[in-house]
């Protein structure tokens, strides 16, 4: 296997947890945003195996770290946070 860089679609991403699922599926959840008071938001990005794009996004009001991501076998995503 070969090391390359990862390009992600939304600018100031911070990644927190890695699911792979499988080589064609992979989501990675983190924070967006430069202003842990005015600007972040929970971000999961989802792989296709080809590129990265927004799976979701949400304000936070206050700064957040994600502790946690699942898929669950009918596909549903959870992730869970810390306030």
Do not use: H, K
């Not at 679609?9 to 890695?18: D, Q």
């Not at 499988?22 to 080809?50: H, Q």
């Not at 927004?54 to 995503?77: H, K, N, S």
């Amino acid at each position: 296997a070969t090391w390359t860089p990862i390009t992600f679609p939304i600018a100031n991403f911070r990644p927190m947890n890695l699911l792979v699922v499988s080589p064609g599926e992979a989501y990675i959840s983190g924070l967006t945003g430069n202003d842990p008071l005015s600007n972040t938001r929970f971000t999961i990005l989802e792989w296709n195996g080809v590129t990265w794009s927004v799976l979701f996004q949400r304000p936070v009001e206050v700064y957040a770290g994600t502790t946690g991501i699942v898929r669950c076998g009918d596909g549903t995503i959870y992730f869970g946070s810390q306030w």
